[in-house]
């Protein structure tokens, strides 16, 4: 059933495609496929489930290379496939007012969304590999065409991004797959594969920069902030909300599960770090202060939710770093909290606020008065701000505590540098919600009055409030499918020797 | 010796001998035609003569499969090479139906004569184990190639293209007869299995080492790998685009065929090595050399065309660099990739040939900048043309990206001990990374580019059309389930009866 959620979104795509479908109906049959996505997700949900791997399909694709089409499900898998449904209704919602090439624009996001789904529910690594390629491509076109600021520039900084991070991976799991026999890509027989020390010492880091690099890994993150702010709102939702997130899914589900003796020791020391696991962590809390700085100091406000997404996907791979089960937790949970929170944010920014301004510019807006001619604007942004940098009460502190508590066993350095990046998030979204909103500089200069807030805003505002609320307040919802898929013999190998 | 009865060869033959037929049929017919009917009807009439011959032939392969090996090896049928003829002859009609539409000459009957006549040239070709034999069929392909490339006798560029492609392959047809010779003068035979018993020993054989470098660049040309790759852009930019499709698709897949098969079974016990750090003397690292060099230089010096046709050919050099790789590790299962490999990127650069001719006749250029919007003016030729570029790159589900996985995995398997050959893979990955570059700039234009002037949809004749959307929806559903060519590939041709 759930496998559905990858063909719905194609078929959606496959009909947009079609010459006879009218413009007008694009963005409800876009609508309607995020929907049936979403609900088949919520059913799955309904369902009793221990979050253990579940297999949705079973099928034997290419029998002479070992290649199966095998979809499963876990309970990381179902929390960011839901996750995925519910930004994908959002972001349709947040782009109601598309005009241009409409029919392209919903063909190539459903594409996206089915990719994306794709991978999450991939348990062949082949699959998994094909699914995440396919979510490339039309990222590209959705900046490249529909974007703003330096939009052809970005979109290829990010495609080129992705691709050399699809190549690094695709070199190990060839690798992986020729020494393990070449008999099979399936990820639960590779996970109980002992694959030789030495080879792991240099696929773990391989494949983890590459799936990294997707999920904002310092210091290859520089396509995410040109990217979001190229591309138009729901894209920009997509890329922060799920896409990223498809990198982070890599590195737990690919790399760590493959290659667990990676993360041993070297066996000697350089700058103090002894482990790859000491080296990403570093990077990782390198991100979480570089990309809160970063957002500190921009002028657009765009700019600033681009960093901050750095910097939040920072706490993520921390999380997986602590290679315990509450930070492993708390790292899923805050992919599922950023997603939400991050594409909130966007649609703030760029659908109600930009795409009525047309400026993103914090002095500019500081001269608006936003928050009396957008009260609902500025109502979203202030709950979205708090809920990110981790109000409690909203999903994002109930993440980024339990990533605090794994870190702190872990490395209590590292988790200094994240608190201060923590409190760098409040100085920054605090500036940016003042300027942009609640600043009385300058006269009331509202010669025309802005467009209200539309319904189908509203709603997709709502839905993602809700969606971090519910979480936030009732984590079990979650932490009940996770917490067992994080027990599951899919994790043996990094449970011996380094779960504590 | 064996004594084969005359009628029996005829009946082994008669695939061939239908692709000739139908030759002399066109060129009868549209000596009929030629001063009553306009160029448009005898194009048409010559296509369809030309295409129901290739599928006649393909009818009678698939019919009556043989098994035989005649006069010592000098011609050979199997369920192998009736597979790698059956393929040829697709890519031929598809060829042929492309030049539907074309106008380019009045020799219409010569034209698609000689299009069959290197067609059953590279039949031959595949089918021999005699390198008398081979050099034969190889001088009737490429001579056939050579007049092809020259039928636009209006256009300098296409004069000049079929001289650089004669004069580098004249000289290029040389090297391979000398590296020929010097196999004969070391066997005393001319058959690949008996030169391979003769020149077995470990320590190379200086001659032997001679004969390797020749015979690699005497075939690097056919299959265009660097370093004898200069023939390559002028000719797919001056040749009229069915030739240069032909030249590109057919062509290439006969040359990778034949290459394969006179390395492995001639220089068997001279492969040497190319493990990293452990190169030993043999074929092996001249070809991996070659192959390196062709993935490195095609796809770098790709990125600064402005032509998408010298593009496409750079893209060529590319990818015939990373078909070497099945050289390189010759096993069972990479002869299998390599013709996965080459037959579905032979499939996809007939498209993008197609696609380009029709772009060069409707907007008068086939400059990176003439394909500006064209998304907005042939929607469907855009599709296809966009499934063929991500083809090319490496994309899934399109058949592009399992052939290059199949071939690389197939290349790592290759070693004895874990991945020998890493480092050719590496670069492989690598480079077709870069590739992806210069084949979304392409699709930039299509589809994001605004068109400079008008910007009235282009006429796309619906014969094109139709063979075009066929191409692509091939290369998808090969992409989407390469189990259907693979099992095709490991049963009897039977399989389909």
């Given at each position: 059933?759930?496998?559905?959620?990858?063909?719905?979104?194609?078929?959606?795509?496959?009909?947009?495609?079609?010459?006879?479908?009218?413009?007008?109906?694009?963005?409800?049959?876009?609508?309607?496929?995020?929907?049936?996505?979403?609900?088949?997700t919520v059913s799955a949900f309904l369902r009793p489930a221990n979050g253990v791997m579940t297999t949705i399909l079973h099928r034997s694709w290419v029998p002479s290379l070992g290649i199966e089409y095998y979809l499963a499900a876990d309970g990381i898998s179902l929390v960011l496939v839901l996750l995925t449904g519910i930004v994908a209704i959002a972001g349709v919602l947040f782009s109601w007012n598309i005009e241009q090439r409409?029919?392209?624009?919903?063909?190539?996001?459903?594409?996206?969304?089915?990719?994306?789904?794709?991978?999450?529910?991939?348990?062949?690594?082949?699959?998994?590999?094909?699914?995440?390629?396919?979510?490339?491509?039309?990222?590209?076109?959705?900046?490249?065409?529909?974007?703003?600021?330096?939009?052809?520039?970005?979109?290829?900084?990010?495609?080129?991004?992705?691709?050399?991070?699809?190549?690094?991976?695709?070199?190990?799991?060839?690798?992986?797959?020729?020494?393990?026999?070449?008999?099979?890509?399936?990820?639960?027989?590779?996970?109980?594969?002992?694959?030789?020390?030495?080879?792991?010492?240099?696929?773990?880091?391989?494949?983890?920069?590459?799936?990294?690099?997707?999920?904002?890994?310092?210091?290859?993150?520089?396509?995410?902030?040109?990217?979001?702010?190229?591309?138009?709102?729901?894209?920009?939702?997509?890329?922060?909300?799920?896409?990223?997130?498809?990198?982070?899914?890599?590195?737990?589900?690919?790399?760590?599960?493959?290659?667990?003796?990676?993360?041993?020791?070297?066996?000697?020391?350089?700058?103090?770090?002894?482990?790859?696991?000491?080296?990403?962590?570093?990077?990782?809390?390198?991100?979480?202060?570089?990309?809160?700085?970063?957002?500190?100091?921009?002028?657009?406000?765009?700019?600033?939710?681009?960093?901050?997404?750095?910097?939040?996907?920072?706490?993520?791979?921390?999380?997986?770093?602590?290679?315990?089960?509450?930070?492993?937790?708390?790292?899923?949970?805050?992919?599922?909290?950023?997603?939400?929170?991050?594409?909130?944010?966007?649609?703030?920014?760029?659908?109600?606020?930009?795409?009525?301004?047309?400026?993103?510019?914090?002095?500019?807006?500081?001269?608006?008065?936003?928050?009396?001619?957008?009260?609902?604007?500025?109502?979203?942004?202030?709950?979205?701000?708090?809920?990110?940098?981790?109000?409690?009460?909203?999903?994002?502190?109930?993440?980024?505590?339990?990533?605090?508590?794994?870190?702190?066993?872990?490395?209590?350095?590292?988790?200094?540098?994240?608190?201060?990046?923590?409190?760098?998030?409040?100085?920054?979204?605090?500036?940016?919600?003042?300027?942009?909103?609640?600043?009385?500089?300058?006269?009331?200069?509202?010669?025309?009055?802005?467009?209200?807030?539309?319904?189908?805003?509203?709603?997709?505002?709502?839905?993602?409030?809700?969606?971090?609320?519910?979480?936030?307040?009732?984590?079990?919802?979650?932490?009940?499918?996770?917490?067992?898929?994080?027990?599951?013999?899919?994790?043996?190998?990094?449970?011996?020797?380094?779960?504590? | 010796?064996?004594?084969?009865?005359?009628?029996?060869?005829?009946?082994?033959?008669?695939?061939?001998?239908?692709?000739?037929?139908?030759?002399?049929?066109?060129?009868?017919?549209?000596?009929?035609?030629?001063?009553?009917?306009?160029?448009?009807?005898?194009?048409?009439?010559?296509?369809?003569?030309?295409?129901?011959?290739?599928?006649?032939?393909?009818?009678?392969?698939?019919?009556?499969?043989?098994?035989?090996?005649?006069?010592?090896?000098?011609?050979?049928?199997?369920?192998?090479?009736?597979?790698?003829?059956?393929?040829?002859?697709?890519?031929?009609?598809?060829?042929?139906?492309?030049?539907?539409?074309?106008?380019?000459?009045?020799?219409?009957?010569?034209?698609?004569?000689?299009?069959?006549?290197?067609?059953?040239?590279?039949?031959?070709?595949?089918?021999?184990?005699?390198?008398?034999?081979?050099?034969?069929?190889?001088?009737?392909?490429?001579?056939?190639?050579?007049?092809?490339?020259?039928?636009?006798?209006?256009?300098?560029?296409?004069?000049?293209?079929?001289?650089?492609?004669?004069?580098?392959?004249?000289?290029?047809?040389?090297?391979?007869?000398?590296?020929?010779?010097?196999?004969?003068?070391?066997?005393?035979?001319?058959?690949?299995?008996?030169?391979?018993?003769?020149?077995?020993?470990?320590?190379?054989?200086?001659?032997?080492?001679?004969?390797?470098?020749?015979?690699?660049?005497?075939?690097?040309?056919?299959?265009?790998?660097?370093?004898?790759?200069?023939?390559?852009?002028?000719?797919?930019?001056?040749?009229?685009?069915?030739?240069?499709?032909?030249?590109?698709?057919?062509?290439?897949?006969?040359?990778?065929?034949?290459?394969?098969?006179?390395?492995?079974?001639?220089?068997?016990?001279?492969?040497?090595?190319?493990?990293?750090?452990?190169?030993?003397?043999?074929?092996?690292?001249?070809?991996?050399?070659?192959?390196?060099?062709?993935?490195?230089?095609?796809?770098?010096?790709?990125?600064?065309?402005?032509?998408?046709?010298?593009?496409?050919?750079?893209?060529?050099?590319?990818?015939?660099?990373?078909?070497?790789?099945?050289?390189?590790?010759?096993?069972?299962?990479?002869?299998?990739?390599?013709?996965?490999?080459?037959?579905?990127?032979?499939?996809?650069?007939?498209?993008?040939?197609?696609?380009?001719?029709?772009?060069?006749?409707?907007?008068?250029?086939?400059?990176?900048?003439?394909?500006?919007?064209?998304?907005?003016?042939?929607?469907?030729?855009?599709?296809?043309?966009?499934?063929?570029?991500?083809?090319?790159?490496?994309?899934?589900?399109?058949?592009?990206?399992?052939?290059?996985?199949?071939?690389?995995?197939?290349?790592?398997?290759?070693?004895?001990?874990?991945?020998?050959?890493?480092?050719?893979?590496?670069?492989?990955?690598?480079?077709?990374?870069?590739?992806?570059?210069?084949?979304?700039?392409?699709?930039?234009?299509?589809?994001?580019?605004?068109?400079?002037?008008?910007?009235?949809?282009?006429?796309?004749?619906?014969?094109?059309?139709?063979?075009?959307?066929?191409?692509?929806?091939?290369?998808?559903?090969?992409?989407?389930?390469?189990?259907?060519?693979?099992?095709?590939?490991?049963?009897?041709?039977?399989?389909?009866?």
């Open positions: 059933m759930l496998a559905w959620t990858i063909y719905i979104s194609f078929l959606g795509a496959l009909a947009l495609m079609l010459p006879k479908v009218p413009a007008r109906a694009a963005r409800g049959i876009a609508l309607l496929a995020a929907i049936t996505g979403f609900a088949i409409s029919k392209e624009f919903f063909a190539l996001y459903l594409a996206l969304i089915g990719g994306v789904y794709g991978v999450f529910l991939s348990a062949d690594l082949f699959l998994l590999f094909v699914f995440y390629e396919i979510a490339i491509i039309p990222k590209y076109f959705l900046i490249a065409i529909w974007g703003s600021t330096q939009r052809e520039y970005a979109a290829m900084k990010l495609v080129l991004y992705s691709l050399v991070g699809s190549a690094m991976v695709l070199i190990v799991l060839i690798a992986a797959y020729v020494i393990a026999g070449a008999k099979t890509m399936n990820l639960l027989t590779l996970s109980q594969f002992r694959f030789p020390l030495h080879f792991q010492m240099w696929a773990f880091p391989l494949m983890f920069v590459g799936f990294g690099i997707l999920a904002g890994l310092w210091p290859f993150h520089t396509w995410a902030p040109t990217g979001h702010v190229a591309a138009p709102t729901a894209a920009s939702m997509l890329l922060a909300g799920v896409v990223m997130k498809l990198g982070a899914y890599g590195c737990l589900r690919v790399a760590m599960v493959l290659f667990p003796h990676g993360l041993d020791p070297w066996g000697f020391t350089v700058l103090g770090l002894a482990s790859w696991r000491d080296l990403f962590s570093l990077l990782a809390v390198i991100g979480i202060v570089y990309g809160a700085l970063v957002a500190l100091v921009q002028q657009d406000f765009k700019f600033v939710v681009g960093y901050s997404s750095v910097s939040h996907m920072g706490f993520v791979l921390l999380g997986l770093m602590t290679l315990s089960r509450i930070g492993l937790t708390g790292a899923v949970l805050q992919m599922f909290s950023h997603g939400v929170l991050a594409a909130l944010l966007f649609a703030v920014v760029g659908r109600m606020v930009y795409d009525r301004t047309h400026t993103r510019d914090l002095t500019a807006l500081s001269r608006m008065h936003l928050s009396k001619a957008l009260p609902f604007a500025a109502v979203t942004f202030v709950l979205a701000a708090i809920a990110s940098i981790g109000m409690p009460g909203f999903s994002g502190f109930v993440a980024e505590l339990q990533i605090l508590i794994g870190a702190w066993s872990a490395f209590p350095i590292y988790v200094v540098g994240a608190g201060i990046g923590i409190v760098i998030s409040v100085a920054y979204a605090w500036r940016a919600m003042q300027k942009a909103f609640f600043s009385d500089a300058g006269p009331e200069s509202t010669t025309t009055p802005l467009a209200r807030i539309s319904m189908p805003e509203r709603l997709g505002a709502a839905m993602l409030i809700i969606a971090s609320l519910t979480v936030g307040l009732y984590p079990q919802l979650l932490l009940n499918l996770v917490i067992p898929a994080l027990n599951s013999p899919l994790f043996d190998g990094l449970r011996k020797g380094h779960w504590q | 010796m064996s004594t084969v009865s005359y009628t029996a060869l005829l009946h082994l033959l008669l695939p061939e001998v239908i692709v000739i037929a139908a030759a002399l049929v066109v060129l009868a017919a549209d000596l009929l035609i030629s001063r009553t009917a306009p160029t448009r009807v005898r194009f048409i009439t010559a296509a369809i003569i030309s295409a129901i011959g290739c599928i006649g032939a393909v009818t009678e392969i698939v019919r009556s499969p043989q098994q035989a090996n005649v006069f010592n090896g000098t011609f050979v049928v199997s369920s192998e090479t009736s597979l790698v003829q059956i393929a040829l002859l697709i890519l031929t009609v598809l060829v042929v139906i492309l030049s539907i539409e074309s106008s380019f000459t009045s020799h219409v009957g010569e034209y698609f004569a000689v299009t069959l006549f290197a067609t059953t040239g590279m039949m031959l070709l595949v089918s021999s184990e005699n390198i008398l034999l081979i050099f034969l069929s190889l001088e009737l392909l490429s001579l056939s190639l050579y007049v092809l490339a020259a039928f636009n006798k209006r256009s300098s560029h296409s004069a000049e293209a079929a001289l650089k492609y004669f004069l580098f392959g004249g000289m290029s047809a040389a090297f391979l007869l000398f590296g020929l010779s010097l196999l004969y003068g070391l066997s005393n035979s001319t058959n690949l299995l008996q030169i391979a018993h003769a020149i077995k020993s470990p320590p190379l054989d200086p001659l032997l080492a001679v004969a390797i470098v020749m015979i690699v660049l005497g075939l690097g040309f056919k299959v265009a790998a660097v370093p004898f790759h200069f023939w390559a852009p002028d000719v797919y930019e001056g040749a009229p685009a069915n030739s240069a499709a032909l030249i590109a698709s057919g062509a290439k897949v006969a040359g990778f065929v034949i290459f394969y098969q006179l390395m492995i079974t001639a220089f068997a016990g001279a492969e040497g090595s190319a493990d990293w750090k452990n190169f030993t003397p043999g074929w092996v690292p001249v070809v991996a050399i070659v192959a390196a060099l062709s993935m490195v230089l095609g796809n770098l010096v790709a990125i600064t065309q402005t032509s998408v046709r010298r593009l496409l050919a750079y893209s060529a050099i590319a990818h015939a660099g990373y078909t070497l790789l099945a050289l390189v590790s010759h096993t069972e299962q990479s002869f299998v990739a390599l013709l996965y490999y080459a037959i579905t990127y032979a499939l996809t650069l007939i498209g993008a040939f197609g696609v380009v001719s029709i772009v060069e006749e409707q907007v008068g250029g086939e400059k990176l900048s003439d394909f500006a919007g064209l998304s907005s003016r042939a929607p469907v030729l855009s599709i296809c043309m966009l499934i063929f570029m991500l083809s090319l790159g490496g994309i899934p589900p399109l058949a592009g990206f399992f052939g290059k996985f199949f071939l690389f995995a197939s290349t790592l398997s290759a070693g004895q001990h874990s991945p020998d050959l890493l480092w050719l893979v590496v670069l492989a990955i690598a480079m077709s990374t870069v590739s992806l570059y210069y084949y979304m700039q392409v699709l930039k234009r299509i589809y994001i580019v605004k068109p400079s002037s008008e910007a009235d949809p282009i006429h796309v004749p619906i014969v094109s059309q139709l063979a075009l959307c066929a191409i692509a929806l091939s290369i998808l559903l090969l992409g989407c389930a390469p189990n259907l060519f693979l099992v095709w590939l490991h049963q009897p041709i039977l399989f389909w009866l």
